[in-house]
């Protein structure tokens, strides 16, 4: 079976800070990988996915990702945030079908 | 594009009673839609995958009898709450993969949920 872990839980960073979303999965064949976002009082939204070619991938309001195959990882990361990236971060693997397992969800607060 | 939507937003209803959630894919076909649940401050399950024509998969430990799922065209899907208890209250999401794409690689739009209380 697969599964995600996303160790982080809890997020406070300043605006223009750096941000890196941890992301690991268990699956012993090809995965497609996910990161949705959910701000509050709003639906799960699709940020960016990898299904192969460059494991360096950028997806919409500046995040990107990297797919490292070696370390079943696949952080999320954006140099600057702002405020408005206030939201919960979902990361999620798809193993095998059209079957989505999510993480637990990281929570960021981006102060001003 | 890619939009899908959630009828009712939100839900309160009394024990014993029944409750039924549409759930519906506005500009695209969708062959398979899953339906999840997800409790507060906690991860989206998946409850079980709906595909149009055939019977619903559903995930082990979700009540097929309770928990019951219809997807009659390709632009709807329907769970149905049956005799609906408060251990059940919990925020119920849709979500759909465009039809005809390569298996495994469907991207999921989600709908925004519908929050179900039951008294």
């Known amino acids: 079976a697969q599964s995600v872990s996303q160790h982080n839980h809890h997020v406070i960073l300043s605006e223009a800070a750096s941000l890196e979303l941890g992301c690991n999965y268990s699956?012993?064949?090809?995965?497609?990988l996910f990161w949705y976002v959910q701000y509050p009082g709003q639906h799960l939204q699709l940020l960016l996915k990898y299904f192969s070619g460059d494991p360096l991938v950028k997806g919409i309001k500046g995040f990107e990702a990297e797919f490292i195959k070696s370390k079943f990882s696949f952080n999320l990361r954006k140099p600057s945030v702002q405020w408005s990236d206030t939201a919960e971060y979902f990361c999620a693997v798809n193993g095998g079908g059209n079957k989505l397992t999510f993480g637990t969800g990281t929570q960021l607060k981006v102060e001003l | 594009g890619a939009v899908v939507s959630q009828h009712p937003s939100w839900v309160i209803c009394k024990s014993g009673t029944s409750v039924k959630i549409e759930c519906r894919s506005l500009?695209?076909?969708?062959?398979?839609m899953f339906w999840y649940r997800q409790f507060p401050k906690q991860s989206l399950m998946l409850m079980a995958t709906s595909n149009e024509g055939s019977k619903a998969t559903y995930e082990q430990g979700v009540e097929k009898d309770k928990f019951l799922i219809n997807h009659a065209s390709l632009t709807l899907s329907t769970l149905t709450v049956t005799s609906a208890h408060p251990e059940d209250s919990s925020f119920y999401i849709c979500?759909?993969?465009?039809?005809?794409?390569?298996?495994?690689?469907?991207?999921?739009?989600f709908g925004p949920g519908t929050r179900l209380t039951v008294l």
């Open positions: 500009d695209f076909q969708a062959t398979t």
């Open positions: 699956y012993g064949g090809t995965v497609n």
């Open positions: 979500s759909a993969g465009e039809s005809g794409r390569a298996w495994g690689t469907d991207t999921q739009y």
